[in-house]
């Protein structure tokens, strides 16, 4: 916004400029602005990527006052086209250089929306949105009727200024404010130029913003400015937010406070004019430890060979038909398809965290193949259940009840239901550093929610069976072969517990524990190895199937 008055204008006319866009074609080298009164040329090469040409560039419009609304925008755009190429190879390196650069690039675009100042009695605004840049003019005269200033609003910014008052408080009653957003100075006054303990990580958590009270003789604020800053990532509780201003070399924080913030924006208040910007302040990750990622990558492959051991063998072994392996199989397909599906983002995490809709899309897919996992696990919890407690097969009513193709609806539909509505809640919730769910605004309870529900039920369901099976067991007569039974039923019993993915709960409780987050990642990296130990490799029938199977091998090789 900008105020702005008939005293405050020192060029007698408002000088008329002609837009003259001499190189439309590629191959052309030149861009020039002329006017037809003043006989002001503008001229940058297309080629420019230095920072000597771009400054001589800016260095042209100094003495400019009064410019056109088109031709202002149409200068910064083609100004920050340039820039872009001159960052893109980072030509620009050392922070004196960065800051310096910063700095012009930040008075040169004052000085161009401040042309876009022009008398009025009452009041105007200008506004204008480009992809660098975003900037709003607002200017009152002498006649204004308004009681309370409109609050300036730009896309993930706006601002609240007293203009009647810094009006009231000058010659003539009439006052200007210039508001603008830039969406690429980050790169050139980058948070780490605030000054704070080596060991912390320092994230801009917004755009940088720059508030001018152009043309305007008296610029003492009667009341602090209030800037409402959007994040533009995500939000770690956990860290210390700071709105800064920016003081020629370094972002500080003299005279500005948060007034408010939540996971999706902060309230700023500064008690003068500058450049802003909202910066976040978190503690360094401990340094992973090597053999522990080494661990999980083992395990994790040990887990997607055995799953797919386990898979093979529920498809080309005949299996009686009182055994339901539905549950089984569609857990070794989800968690499969996770595991392999994460282990590969990981590995190529830089090359598809730039692609953010990439990103967000595996997240989604992610987060729908573990909680079809977890649905799974409790549908298999359920049958197991009913096997134990019926000691029979399950009756016709009840094998039509949970035929394959129910459970095939509730396994998938109800993961695909939960991911639908999570992501019609809040799009921007997937998608984070680890291309995962956001942890901020507690949109992980979309994935930890119905896994915890999940897994107290298939708790409670997997102790019920415990009992119920030890119960059965001490009424056996104790006889050696029956031992050998016996202990075979209690490993099963227990490696259950994995499949019925019950060890997930520590992850609830790892909190930094280094021996806890060994255990979480060996037992639930072995699902699959538990599933095809349990079902396949302690199975007679399979282990008859396996031998007639080498048998007709070994007799083809023979003949």
């Known amino acids: 916004m900008a105020i702005y008055h008939k005293a405050f204008i020192k060029t007698p006319t408002i000088i008329s400029i002609i837009l003259y866009v001499l190189t439309l074609n590629l191959s052309f080298k030149t861009v020039t602005w002329a006017t037809t009164t003043a006989g002001i040329n503008l001229t940058l090469k297309k080629e420019c990527t230095t920072q000597t040409c771009f400054q001589n560039f800016l260095d042209q419009i100094e003495n400019i006052t009064v410019l056109p609304l088109d031709t202002v925008t149409s200068i910064l755009t083609v100004a920050f086209?340039?820039?872009?190429?001159?960052?893109?190879?980072?030509?620009?390196?050392?922070?004196?250089?960065?800051?310096?650069?910063?700095?012009?690039?930040?008075?040169?675009?004052?000085?161009?929306?401040?042309?876009?100042?022009?008398?009025?009695?009452?009041?105007?605004?200008?506004?204008?949105?480009?992809?660098?840049?975003?900037?709003?003019?607002?200017?009152?005269?002498?006649?204004?009727?308004?009681?309370?200033?409109?609050?300036?609003?730009?896309?993930?910014?706006s601002v609240e200024i007293d203009l009647i008052g810094i009006a009231n408080n000058n010659n003539g009653r009439s006052a200007a404010v210039a508001f603008m957003s830039y969406t690429m100075m980050e790169n050139l006054l980058k948070p780490d130029f605030f000054n704070t303990p080596e060991n912390m990580i320092k994230t801009m958590m917004s755009t940088v913003i720059s508030a001018t009270l152009p043309k305007t003789t008296n610029t003492k604020l009667t009341k602090p400015v209030n800037f409402t800053l959007k994040h533009i990532r995500e939000f770690d509780p956990s860290g210390s937010l700071s709105c800064v201003y920016w003081n020629i070399s370094e972002w500080t924080v003299d005279g500005c406070s948060v007034l408010k913030t939540n996971s999706s924006y902060?309230?700023?208040?500064?008690?003068?004019?500058?450049?802003?910007?909202?910066?976040?302040?978190?503690?360094?990750?401990?340094?992973?430890?090597?053999?522990?990622?080494?661990?999980?990558?083992?395990?994790?492959?040990?887990?997607?060979?055995?799953?797919?051991?386990?898979?093979?063998?529920?498809?080309?072994?005949?299996?009686?038909?009182?055994?339901?392996?539905?549950?089984?199989?569609?857990?070794?397909?989800?968690?499969?398809?996770?595991?392999?599906?994460?282990?590969?983002?990981?590995?190529?995490?830089?090359?598809?965290?730039?692609?953010?809709?990439?990103?967000?899309?595996?997240?989604?897919?992610?987060?729908?193949?573990?909680?079809?996992?977890?649905?799974?696990?409790?549908?298999?919890?359920?049958?197991?259940?009913?096997?134990?407690n019926n000691l029979s097969q399950i009756s016709s009513k009840k094998r039509e009840v949970l035929s394959s193709g129910f459970l095939c609806v509730i396994g998938y539909v109800v993961a695909l239901v939960v991911v639908c509505v999570s992501a019609l809640v809040d799009p921007k919730g997937y998608g984070s550093e680890l291309c995962w769910i956001k942890m901020d605004k507690g949109f992980i309870w979309s994935f930890q929610g119905p896994v915890l529900v999940i897994l107290a039920l298939n708790?409670?369901?997997?102790?019920?069976?415990?009992?119920t099976v030890n119960s059965a067991l001490k009424n056996l007569n104790v006889e050696v072969s029956q031992m050998k039974k016996n202990k075979i039923m209690a490993f099963k019993i227990l490696g259950q517990c994995v499949v019925l993915g019950c060890p997930w709960i520590l992850g609830f409780f790892i909190n930094g524990s280094e021996v806890l987050e060994i255990i979480f990642v060996i037992l639930n990296s072995q699902q699959g190895t538990f599933i095809f130990l349990i079902y396949c490799a302690l199975n007679n029938e399979v282990w008859q199937q396996y031998r007639k199977l080498f048998r007709l091998i070994c007799c083809d090789k023979q003949h």
């Open 81 to 157: 086209s340039t820039l872009e190429k001159i960052l893109e190879p980072s030509l620009l390196s050392s922070p004196t250089e960065l800051a310096f650069f910063g700095n012009l690039v930040l008075k040169t675009s004052e000085k161009l929306i401040s042309t876009l100042v022009k008398p009025t009695d009452t009041s105007y605004s200008v506004n204008f949105t480009l992809a660098a840049i975003e900037g709003q003019v607002f200017m009152l005269g002498p006649n204004v009727t308004l009681d309370k200033i409109p609050q300036l609003d730009m896309t993930n910014s």
């Open 266 to 388: 902060t309230v700023c208040s500064c008690d003068h004019l500058s450049t802003f910007a909202l910066i976040m302040q978190t503690s360094r990750p401990p340094e992973s430890d090597p053999l522990l990622e080494l661990l999980n990558l083992v395990c994790v492959i040990v887990g997607l060979v055995f799953f797919s051991l386990a898979l093979l063998t529920f498809a080309l072994c005949q299996w009686s038909p009182g055994v339901n392996n539905v549950a089984r199989i569609n857990i070794c397909i989800s968690l499969l398809l996770a595991h392999l599906l994460f282990l590969l983002t990981q590995q190529f995490l830089n090359l598809i965290r730039p692609q953010q809709v990439l990103c967000a899309v595996i997240a989604g897919l992610l987060h729908f193949l573990f909680l079809s996992g977890f649905v799974w696990m409790f549908i298999e919890a359920v049958l197991l259940f009913i096997c134990v």
């Open 459 to 467: 708790m409670i369901i997997f102790i019920k069976i415990f009992t």
